[in-house]
């Protein structure tokens, strides 16, 4: 494959998957293809090798940001709950 850089939402660029409940943190993918119906073919480039069935996934364009911060949610974040045993 030839080593050119796209630019987002363009094929072949890298994209930011947004968190859910499956996936707690942003997750870095490359766009594969544009499908007719407005969806992206997407590669998970962090995808471990036991999840080779899931590294390619079909996924709406507002599930894709340019950038981490854009994919991550804001607002205000809570505190870990840490309860001291006695």
Do not use: C, Y
């Not at 471990?48 to 079909?58: C, D, K, V, Y």
């Amino acid at each position: 494959m030839l080593a050119l850089e796209a630019e987002f939402p363009q094929v072949g660029s890298t994209a930011w998957l947004k968190p859910n409940r499956d996936r707690p943190e942003a997750e870095p993918v490359r766009i594969l293809q544009h499908n007719r119906d407005g969806t992206r073919l997407i590669s998970r480039t962090t995808a471990w090798p036991r999840e080779a069935s899931t590294a390619n996934l079909r996924v709406e364009l507002d599930q894709l940001t340019a950038t981490p911060e854009e994919a991550m949610p804001r607002g205000p974040r809570r505190a870990p709950f840490n309860r001291k045993r006695r």
